[in-house]
């Protein structure tokens, strides 16, 4: 029968008590899904076909029936941008969206709505600030999650 020294058996003490430690110190993997930044790319799947890019970035948070956020964003003479705005919400809502530039004119130019999403596009005649604005109107008492996705090409 082999024999293990007591420095090596205190070594081996101690390394299994620190990874027992350290596994009981964190936590486990979770996945974390946003069903209303989900449903914003879903939106986006016909634009990004004919090869608009989706930047990683996006906006989000929640909003009350009928409340009106405005999202403030630098865009560039020659890039055609798609915004897209999803919501999770399982109450019937109704998802509105445009576009402003910086002297409140409407530049908003094509549409396009689903369910859970609508989109805007817009062809920036300059480069300038802009503003996205947007409103869900639903049925619903509850705060409602929303984000915002961009993409150009």
């Not at 486990?28 to 799947?45: K, R, T, Y």
């Not at 990683?56 to 630098?74: A, C, D, M, N, S």
């Not at 005649?125 to 604005?133: L, N, Q, S």
Request: proline share 2%.
């Amino acid at each position: 029968m082999r024999r293990f020294s007591s420095s090596f058996l205190r070594s081996l003490r101690t390394s299994a008590a620190f990874t027992v430690c350290l596994a009981l110190l964190t936590s486990p993997l979770q996945a974390i899904v946003d069903d209303a930044h989900s449903a914003a790319l879903e939106g986006a799947m016909e634009q990004v076909a004919e090869g608009f890019k989706i930047r990683q970035e996006y906006w989000k948070g929640t909003i009350k029936p009928g409340e009106q956020k405005l999202v403030k964003h630098q865009l560039f003479k020659g890039n055609q941008v798609w915004f897209w705005l999803g919501t999770s919400t399982e109450a019937e809502v109704k998802l509105e969206i445009d576009v402003f530039d910086a002297k409140g004119v409407k530049v908003s130019a094509a549409k396009r709505s689903g369910s859970d999403f609508a989109a805007v596009h817009v062809d920036p005649k300059k480069t300038g600030t802009y503003y996205v604005v947007f409103r869900i109107v639903g049925k619903t008492k509850d705060d409602i999650d929303w984000a915002l996705v961009y993409g150009w090409k």
